[in-house]
T-cell receptor
C-alpha cells in the first residue's frame, strides 16, 4: 500500500496566484480530511469528506479556499488568490468509515510558501 | 465544547530515561483517543488508539498509554527513551457522532539528550 499520496511536496508561489494541492487517499478509505499546520495555530481541520461528499467545511478559512473530491481516489484543495498568510503545511489524511474509531493515515504534506 | 489539551509544549529527557506526555480532554462521554508522532518534515504517524476495554493500550515503538476516566486523561508513556524518539507528539480526540473529525492537541515537542 502506497499510503496517502500528496503532491506537490513543496510549492512556492507569488501572492495572487492560484494554487492547487492534490491528494490520493488509500484505496478503500471512504473518508478524506484536509488539515493545515502552522506554528501559530497548530493543526486545523479545513474540510472533511465522507463518500466524496463534504461533511464539514466549517474550517475553510474563506471563499478563497475550495476543495473537491470528484471520485473516491482523488481530492484537490485550491486557493485562489493565494496570500502570504496561507503559507503553511497542508496535510491530507484518509480513513475507513467515518474515521473516529479507526484513526487517520496522513500523507507527507505539501509545504506551501506564498511570497 | 469538546477539546483536547496538551499542557507541555516542550519536554527534554535524557536518553534511557522514562517519558510521560500528558493529554487531557473535555467531553461528556468517553471519546476515541489517539496518539500520533510527527518527525521533522513528515506527516503524522499513528502510535496507538483507545476506544474501550482495557485502559492500558500498547502501541508501536514501545509506547503505551493509559486512559483514566476520572481524570479525563490519556497520557503517553515509554519506559526508556531512545534518541530516535525526538519528535512532536500529538494527542487527538474523536467523538462518536461521526460527523466531526478528530480534534488534535497543540502538540508536545520531545527533545532527547545524549
Amino acid at each position: 500500500d502506497a499510503g496517502v499520496i500528496q503532491s506537490p511536496r513543496h510549492e512556492v508561489t507569488e501572492m495572487g496566484q492560484e494554487v492547487t494541492l492534490r491528494c490520493k487517499p488509500i484505496s478503500g478509505h471512504n473518508s478524506l480530511f484536509w488539515y493545515r499546520q502552522t506554528m501559530m495555530r497548530g493543526l486545523e481541520l479545513l474540510i472533511y469528506f465522507n463518500n466524496n461528499v463534504p461533511i464539514d467545511d466549517s474550517g475553510m478559512p474563506e471563499d478563497r479556499f475550495s476543495a473537491k473530491m470528484p471520485n473516491a481516489s482523488f481530492s484537490t484543495l485550491k486557493i485562489q488568490p493565494s496570500e502570504p498568510r496561507d503559507s503553511a503545511v497542508y496535510f491530507c489524511a484518509s480513513s475507513e468509515g467515518q474515521g473516529n474509531n479507526y484513526g487517520y493515515t496522513f500523507g507527507s504534506g505539501t509545504r506551501l510558501t506564498v511570497v | 465544547a469538546q477539546s483536547v489539551t496538551q499542557p507541555d509544549i516542550h519536554i527534554t529527557v535524557s536518553e534511557g530515561a522514562s517519558l510521560e506526555l500528558r493529554c487531557n480532554y473535555s467531553y461528556g462521554a468517553t471519546p476515541y483517543l489517539f496518539w500520533y508522532v510527527q518527525s521533522p518534515g513528515q506527516g503524522l504517524q499513528l502510535l496507538l488508539k483507545y476506544f474501550s476495554g482495557d485502559t492500558l493500550v500498547q502501541g508501536i515503538k514501545g509506547f503505551e498509554a493509559e486512559f483514566k476516566r476520572s481524570q479525563s486523561s490519556f497520557n503517553l508513556r515509554k519506559p526508556s527513551v531512545h534518541w530516535s524518539d525526538a519528535a512532536e507528539y500529538f494527542c487527538a480526540v474523536g467523538f462518536d457522532t461521526g460527523r466531526r473529525a478528530l480534534t488534535f492537541g497543540s502538540g508536545t515537542r520531545l527533545q532527547v539528550q545524549p
